[in-house]
């Protein structure tokens, strides 16, 4: 709330602020790009899955197997996968699925 000096009520604050955010886990890419192309309303989408929607409110959109992959009991898979996820702003899972095996994966 912000005080209005002259009448020294109290008036409603309508800017908005970042108290709340949405994190919405996603089984395949299709449903990743969905999520993404219908709230993303900035095109300049912040990392590692994180988005804006046209409210201003925050919503990471990550795919379901992420925190299993990021805890693989392989460092070295764990720690692949961290540094391409670091690289993304939406989630890519083939480029996760080539991160935990350390190649590209052939195309369907």
């Not at 993303?40 to 919503?59: F, I, N």
């Amino acid at each position: 709330m912000l005080t209005n000096p002259r009448h020294r009520k109290y008036v409603p604050d309508s800017r908005h602020k970042e108290t709340i955010s949405f994190f919405v886990t996603c089984e395949s890419q299709a449903e990743v790009d969905r999520l993404w192309d219908a709230l993303s309303a900035y095109r300049e989408a912040k990392q590692r899955g994180w988005l804006k929607d046209r409210y201003g409110v925050s919503w990471q959109i990550i795919l379901a197997a992420l925190p299993e992959l990021m805890n693989d009991p392989d460092p070295q898979k764990a720690k692949r996968v961290m540094d391409a996820m670091l690289q993304m702003k939406k989630i890519d899972i083939r480029a996760l699925q080539e991160a935990v095996y350390g190649q590209k994966q052939p195309t369907e």
